[in-house]
């Protein structure tokens, strides 16, 4: 039996805490008054399947990326990534702003000043690009996040010519911090 099951009071406790820690953070971020939030649109599930075992020619066992997965994994599904995107995206509506969800895909990987491609593994925090731009990891994803957000949406067009305001979320090993940019 689980600990959380032997000791419901206390799983009930986390979760209100989670929740609180929930609303508490979308209202900062709405309180920035950007137009629009931009946050990873992560698929829980797909992050949740263990990798493929691999093996060599000899049967030898290879590493398949499974501990890292595990630790990102363990921070999405303790944090609640999607009970927040659901809390920050109706706060944003009633406040006429709107949250853009992005493919996260390489976001971490690529060099927000640049665009040249730096391979990192999770356990690398700091983003160091031979272009000479060194920013911390979640930083540099969450520039990426909002480029590719404001590329791959409508907004662009509908903002040509306006100052815009933005915000970006950024999830950390198991905390989330937060971004903002104006530009
Ligand atoms: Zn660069």
Avoid at 19 to 38: C, D, M, T, V, W
Avoid at 93 to 121: E, L
Avoid at 137 to 143: G, L, S, T, Y
Wanted: hydrophobic letters at 35%; one cysteine or more; glycine letters at 6%.
């Amino acid at each position: 039996m689980s600990y959380f099951r032997q000791q419901p009071h206390i799983y009930q406790k986390i979760a209100r805490q989670r929740k609180q820690f929930h609303n508490e953070s979308a209202n900062r971020l709405i309180s920035k008054g950007a137009k629009h939030i931009f946050v990873e649109d992560l698929n829980t599930k797909g992050l949740t399947k263990r990798n493929k075992v691999k093996q060599d020619e000899n049967g030898k066992y290879l590493s398949n990326g499974q501990a890292a997965k595990s630790g990102l994994t363990k921070s999405i599904l303790d944090n609640g990534w999607s009970q927040f995107v659901d809390i920050l995206t109706h706060k944003a509506a009633n406040a006429g702003m709107s949250v853009v969800k992005v493919n996260p895909k390489n976001t971490s990987q690529i060099c927000s000043c640049c665009n040249a491609y730096v391979p990192k593994d999770l356990s690398v925090r700091v983003h160091e690009c031979a272009c000479g731009y060194i920013a911390d990891r979640d930083v540099n994803a969450a520039i990426n996040i909002k480029k590719v957000g404001w590329a791959s949406s409508s907004l662009k067009n509908a903002q040509v010519g306006q100052p815009a305001r933005e915000a970006h979320t950024v999830i950390c090993d198991s905390v989330w911090e937060y971004v903002t940019m104006y530009c």
